[in-house]
């Protein structure tokens, strides 16, 4: 989905000590951070709901450790984005919050 709306893959499951990072992309100059998260019930809330403020340290972390093993896209502009999948009336339902969280 990201792909169809222009994003470019640089890697899939990003390890490090601090964690995993499932995707990491390009959107234009832009270096993206993006956390998919699945839920097969919203009966707890939505998978975008389950990005923790604890999480979202975890992520900024190791996308911390990320831009100091790949250095040349330190000086890039980022954002953290959430990709939510649920399962809704007619199938799976996909929301992509942009910017759903920032590194401070």
Not at 6 to 21: A, K, P
Not at 72 to 96: K, L, M, N, T, Y
Request: with cysteine.
């Amino acid at each position: 989905m990201l792909c169809r709306r222009g994003l470019r893959t640089l890697t899939r499951n990003y390890l490090c000590r601090s964690g995993e990072i499932d995707l990491v992309m390009l959107d234009g100059p832009v270096l993206v951070f993006v956390e998919v998260r699945y839920r097969q019930s919203d009966r707890y809330g939505s998978g975008a709901d389950s990005v923790t403020p604890a999480k979202q340290r975890r992520i900024v972390s190791a996308a911390r450790q990320f831009l100091g093993r790949y250095p040349d896209h330190g000086q890039r502009p980022s954002r953290f984005d959430v990709v939510s999948i649920g399962q809704g009336a007619a199938g799976a339902e996909i929301s992509w919050i942009r910017s759903a969280f920032d590194a401070g």
